[in-house]
Structures are given as C-alpha cells and as structure tokens.
C-alpha cells in the first residue's frame, strides 16, 4: 500500500512538472503575465533598434560614449502596463489595450530639469509625464500565440514610434547628463552675454546722444548707478572669468542687464536700438 502511495504521488508530481509555465491556449488572454511580457519585451527590443540604427547612421564621433552604454541605460529603463483588456479574440489573435508606462531615471530627470524643453523628448507629444514615469493610455496592439503555445508575436504596436523614441531619448539623456548639462550652461552663458552686450552699447548710445548741459549735471549720479550696479549684481569681470561658476555668471549677466534695461528706460531712451 505504501508503495502505490509513493507511486501515485511520483506521477503527480511528473505531470505537474510537465506541465508548469504552459497555459491552455483558450486561456490565452492580452492580461497574461506571458502576453505582458512580450509587449515589454517588443517595446524594448524595438527601441534598442532605434539607438543601435542611429548609432551606427551618425557615427560614433557624434555619440560621448560607445554602444554599449546607451545600450545598458535603455536595458534599466522600466517598462509597465496596467489596465490591460482583450478587445477581440478569433482565430487571427487577440486586439489588446493597454496603458504603457515608462520609468524616467534620475539622470533623465536631472537633465530635463536643466532644460525643461527636453521633456518633450520623452513624451513625444502623446505621453504624459506624472509623477516620474511617462504614460500612454489605450495603446492598442495585436497578439498571435504561436502553434507551440508559448512564443507570442505583436503586431500593429499603435504607439509604436512615440514610445520606443522615448526610450531611446532617454537613454541619451541618461548616459549624457553631465554634457548636456554643460552644454546648456554654456549656450545659456553666451546668451546672457550677448544681452548684455546689446543692452550696454544701447545705453552707450543713449548716453551719446544726450545733450552736454545733461551729462554734465548726470554724470555724478551715472557713476553712483555705475558703482550700485555693481553691489547688486556682481562685478562684470568675475562674469568673463571661466574659473568663476557658470550659474554665478549667468547671474551677474542677467541683473546687470536688467538694471542697464532700466536705466535706459529713465534716460529716456526706451525707443533706442
């Protein structure tokens, strides 16, 4: 009797085994955790494509740092769904829905906070951005089980450019972060400076054009403007100085421009250049 216990208890656990991670194909659901997986699994794939064709077209002297970096960021970057409905099942497949969301790095986020006009990078338009991840509602996407059961093809992906791009700008902006922070940080300096420039040699020619009776009687009080401007804003010399921090002589820029802007104003030369 013990022995057809054990017996028994051996076949069991034989079928079982054999039978575990298959699933009967009536069963075959867009909301499976296999059929998740491969939406996920053809997200990533297809915007590991996209970087590694655009590595390839521009040229690695036009990327920071090789393949193999954009490549691992992208691999970290957390893909999910939610809300996930079969809308049709027939002998071509299912027609599934789904919301897509993607995780955003800290790296991502850093970058996108320097520059915000890059979010849309990540959200191509259709995504919205909420509480660190990008979303896409009711993406709808088609999925055929193969005869084996268990292999799975999606077609008809209909987010399919704005959500594998996002992947692939994000991992830019992961790996690139301190570049491209950089870079920003300079494109905004020159442009303060050019402010500035323009804004001092408007003041110049107001200044110009001034009668002499008025020079003369103002000339102490521009001074005065002179050495307050100074105290308020930071000296221009320190602004042109490239161990001085970037974000400081953005600043200094900025406030002498802004103070300039208001003197012109008060010498009346608000028509001038």
């Known amino acids: 009797m013990y022995k057809s216990l054990v017996?028994?208890?051996?076949?069991?656990?034989?079928?079982?085994?054999?039978?575990?991670?298959l699933f009967d194909s009536n069963d075959f659901k867009c909301g499976r955790d296999d059929a998740n997986n491969a939406i996920k699994k053809y997200?990533?794939?297809?915007?590991?494509?996209?970087?590694?064709?655009?590595?390839?077209?521009?040229?690695?002297?036009?990327?920071?740092?090789?393949?193999?970096?954009?490549?691992?960021?992208?691999?970290?970057?957390?893909?999910?769904?939610?809300?996930?409905s079969t809308m049709r099942n027939d002998d071509d497949g299912l027609g599934?829905?789904?919301?897509?969301?993607?995780?955003?790095?800290?790296?991502t986020l850093a970058v996108i906070g320097d520059d915000p006009s890059r979010l849309y990078r990540i959200t191509q338009g259709s995504g919205k951005f909420n509480s660190g991840s990008v979303i896409w509602k009711s993406v709808g996407y088609n999925l055929k089980l193969a005869d084996n059961g268990k292999d799975i093809q999606v077609d008809n992906f209909s987010n399919y450019n704005?959500?594998?791009?996002?992947?692939?700008?994000?991992?830019?902006m992961g790996v690139d972060?301190?570049?491209?922070?950089?870079?920003?940080?300079?494109?905004?300096?020159?442009?303060?400076?050019?402010?500035?420039?323009?804004?001092?040699?408007?003041?110049?020619?107001?200044?110009?054009?001034?009668?002499?009776?008025?020079?003369?009687?103002?000339?102490?009080?521009?001074?005065?403007?002179?050495?307050?401007?100074v105290v308020k804003c930071g000296k221009l010399s320190d602004a042109e100085l490239s161990t001085t921090a970037i974000e400081k002589r953005i600043k200094i820029y900025q406030c002498q421009t802004k103070l300039t802007q208001e003197r012109i104003a008060y010498l009346g030369g608000g028509d001038q250049g």
């Open 177 to 229: 972060k301190e570049t491209i922070i950089q870079g920003n940080g300079e494109s905004r300096l020159q442009s303060a400076k050019r402010s500035y420039d323009e804004t001092d040699a408007t003041l110049n020619q107001v200044w110009k054009y001034l009668p002499e009776s008025a020079k003369n009687s103002m000339r102490k009080a521009q001074n005065t403007w002179v050495n307050d401007k």
């Open 43 to 84: 997200i990533k794939d297809e915007a590991s494509g996209v970087l590694q064709s655009n590595y390839l077209a521009a040229g690695q002297d036009k990327f920071s740092k090789p393949l193999s970096a954009y490549q691992k960021e992208l691999d970290l970057i957390s893909v999910s769904t939610s809300n996930v």
């Open 96 to 107: 599934c829905s789904a919301t897509i969301s993607v995780k955003v790095s800290p790296e």
């Open 7 to 21: 017996a028994v208890s051996i076949i069991s656990m034989f079928s079982f085994s054999a039978n575990a991670g």
């Open 162 to 172: 704005d959500i594998t791009v996002s992947l692939y700008q994000s991992s830019l």
